[in-house]
């Protein structure tokens, strides 16, 4: 499986966003972090701002929704034109259901896991998710260290996903850079997050670039 990179525009210049969502054209896709200063103490952007961003972007838009009762918005998201939709654990109240009415509406599903949660109680309904999200810092702010200690849920993801023969990718979402990439990738993520590593680079492409051979050398599949 190919690996992907992600760049979080949490990282980018807001004031010109177009800019920076064009200086990163060899990705894969991009991270968008929707934050409500409810389910984490930061206030990002809405519906408004990530419609404009999937009419001027040809990337495919990966929404990461940090907000309380993704039951009742991430489907308000879906009909934006992204990609996939992530909702957090500690946030929804019927994951399957919310999952099902992505995937129904044509988005892929995907659900994120703080690094205090396990990942075990996702083992049975795997199938019902297109990614799952290893949150490898506490999820709110960017340029945080990278939390080694998250690997573990990483290993024991991929050889669930292995065992059962399943296509759902393992996203890894925090201090992601060229010097970690191959930590996570070797752990078995294939959709890498990365934000301050790229945005703060002289060449974005070039730290996209260096962050997929890094990943792509120790992928463990």
């Known amino acids: 499986m190919n690996i992907q990179i992600a760049p979080s525009i949490l990282s980018a210049d807001f004031a010109n ?16 972090d929707v934050m409500d200063h409810h389910f984490v103490p930061n206030l990002t952007l809405g519906e408004p701002i990530v419609k404009r961003i999937c009419e001027v972007t040809d990337l495919p838009v990966d929404v990461h929704l940090m907000i309380e009762d993704p039951d009742r918005w991430a489907p308000e998201f879906a009909k934006l034109g ?22 129904d509406m044509g988005v892929k599903a995907s659900f994120a896991v703080r690094p205090a949660e396990s990942v075990e109680p996702l083992f049975d309904i795997l199938d019902e998710f297109d990614m799952v999200l ?3 810092v506490e999820p709110g702010f960017g340029g945080q260290k990278f ?25 890894v979402d925090g201090g992601v850079s060229a010097q ?12 890498l997050v990365a934000g301050s590593a790229v945005y703060g680079a002289d060449n974005p492409n070039q ?6 051979q890094a990943a792509q050398a120790a992928f463990r599949a």
């Open 147 to 171: 939390l080694d200690n998250q690997m573990g849920k990483v290993r024991r993801l991929r050889d669930q996903i292995t065992a059962r023969g399943l296509n759902t990718r393992i996203q």
């Open 17 to 32: 966003l177009e800019r920076d969502l064009n200086a990163i054209s060899s990705a894969d896709m991009v991270h968008v």
């Open 180 to 191: 970690t990439a191959h930590i996570v990738a070797e752990a078995g993520a294939d959709v």
């Open 207 to 212: 730290a996209i670039d260096d962050i997929r």
């Open 82 to 103: 992204v990609d996939s939709v992530t909702f957090h654990m500690g946030a929804t109240h019927a994951p399957v259901r919310l999952a099902r009415q992505l995937r």
């Open 134 to 136: 290893v949150m490898t």
